[in-house]
Nanobody, 117 residues
Framework: QVQLVESGGGSVQAGGSLKLSCAAS????????MGWYRQAPGKERELVSS???????SYADSVKGRFTISQDNAKNTLYLQMNSLKTEDTAVYYC???????????WGQGTQVTVSS
């Protein structure tokens, strides 16, 4: 049974930083891609950043140069370092892990990030 638990969200002023963590159990890190999504009120969930099984990373244009995704396979943890936060980064952030066999995405419960001006 795969479980993803996010942490590290909170409230911060614009220009500040936060680091999100996603602790995984029952999932083999590096077996398939993982990513961070976010959903702001009234908007659809969007992909923020992803990391493939070979370590290749990608970012949404809106966060390039500000956010960094990484993973620690020994700790089974995915991270998202968020710098220079903007008010438009306010959203619930979700961790996702893909099962390459089925194509199914496992999801965490989400962590709230609120950026104030």
């Amino acid at each position: 049974q795969v479980q993803l638990v996010e942490s590290g969200g909170g409230s911060v002023q614009a220009g500040g930083s936060l680091k999100l963590s996603c602790a995984a159990s029952g999932y083999i890190f590096g077996s398939c891609g993982m990513g961070w999504y976010r959903q702001a009120p009234g908007k659809e969930r969007e992909l923020v950043s992803s990391i493939s099984s070979d370590g290749t990373t990608s970012y949404a244009d809106s966060v390039k140069g500000r956010f960094t995704i990484s993973q620690d396979n020994a700790k089974n943890t995915l991270y998202l370092q968020m710098n220079s936060l903007k008010t438009e980064d306010t959203a619930v952030y979700y961790c996702a892990a893909r099962d390459c066999t089925t194509g199914f995405n496992y999801w965490g419960q989400g962590t709230q990030v609120t950026v104030s001006s």
